[in-house]
């Protein structure tokens, strides 16, 4: 439901979410992910019970960024949720092969999507991690 309320220009609402918990589907988009990764042996969804593909209608200009934010909008639920995720790229390589194509169809999702992403959910193992240092110099005001 947060990413069906991130912005998105002009309010056109070009992204779909996909949500995957079939373990088949996700294993098999696991694969295709490792193999674009160019690591066939890869585990790029980390054994996430659930997967979230993030997919934006090509048709619409601001398609790829509305895409950007509705991940975001998921990444920031599942944090206050008490859930670990993580984005996942590589959704625009899988889902444009006919593999990807084919998913779709099956799917019932008929138009010209893009894939921007996969978001990752599950219970994280272990503690969470502290996040990274922040650069110097990330903001710069002008007064």
């Known amino acids: 439901k947060a990413g069906t309320y991130a912005p998105t ?36 969804f980390y054994g996430a019970p659930t997967v979230l593909i993030v997919l934006a209608d090509k048709n619409i200009p601001t398609h790829f960024y509305d ?46 999507y893009e894939g921007i992403g996969h978001c990752i959910l599950g219970y994280r193992e272990g503690d969470r991690p502290a996040p990274a240092p922040r650069k110097e110099n990330y903001v710069y005001y002008v007064r």
């Open 9 to 44: 220009g002009m309010g056109r609402q070009s992204p779909i979410i996909v949500v995957v918990q079939d373990r088949e589907t996700i294993d098999a988009l696991n694969q295709m992910n490792a193999a674009i990764m160019g690591n066939p042996e890869a585990i790029p």
């Open 67 to 112: 895409g950007c934010c509705v991940m975001d909008n998921l990444l920031n639920a599942a944090e206050a949720a008490g859930l670990g995720s993580c984005w996942i790229h590589r959704a625009r390589e899988e889902f444009e092969s006919a593999e990807g194509k084919a998913l779709l169809a099956k799917w019932g999702i008929e138009g010209d």
